[in-house]
């Protein structure tokens, strides 16, 4: 189950609605092994598709460089559907490759009902977990940050 702060997922959507028509993209990051997602970190699509998304490859390793600096991990990695269900296409199964991150879609074709919808992909494999949005994370989630 993905556990998420209300404000990240407004954030997602935000940016998802704003991008739209083309596919929006980015990672949610956290402490390395918390499964928390703390910090977004909104991504270029460099295919600039309505139909497919791809981490620009510059940004990509300055985000991964700077996520190693502060041992943090992509926990999510979202990107919208502008005009599918959002369930994960062949292109986004083929393409995970962080196999502890929630893979997170948002569905822009009907602008007025954006939800989100989260994924574990490894292995070829897609199974679906449900989303529980909070409006504050638990406290000993706040104490092991401040330890």
Known sequence: MLTIHARLVDAMIAQALNDHPVET???I????GSNWPLRLI????????DNFFQFD????????????ARC???????????????????SDVELATEPQAHYVIIPTQHLYQAE??????ADQMVIEER????RQYQ????LQMVA
Request: with cysteine.
């Open 25 to 27: 993209c980015g990672i």
């Open 29 to 32: 990051a956290g402490p390395a």
């Open 42 to 49: 909104p991504m270029r699509n460099a295919a600039q598709s």
């Open 57 to 68: 490859p510059q940004q990509q390793l300055q985000v991964w460089k700077e996520m190693s």
């Open 72 to 90: 943090e991990e992509p926990v999510v990695i979202y990107h919208s559907h502008t005009s599918s269900q959002a369930y994960p296409r062949r």
């Open 116 to 121: 989100i919808r989260s994924f574990r992909i």
């Open 131 to 134: 989303v529980r949005i909070v």
């Open 139 to 142: 406290p000993e989630l706040e």
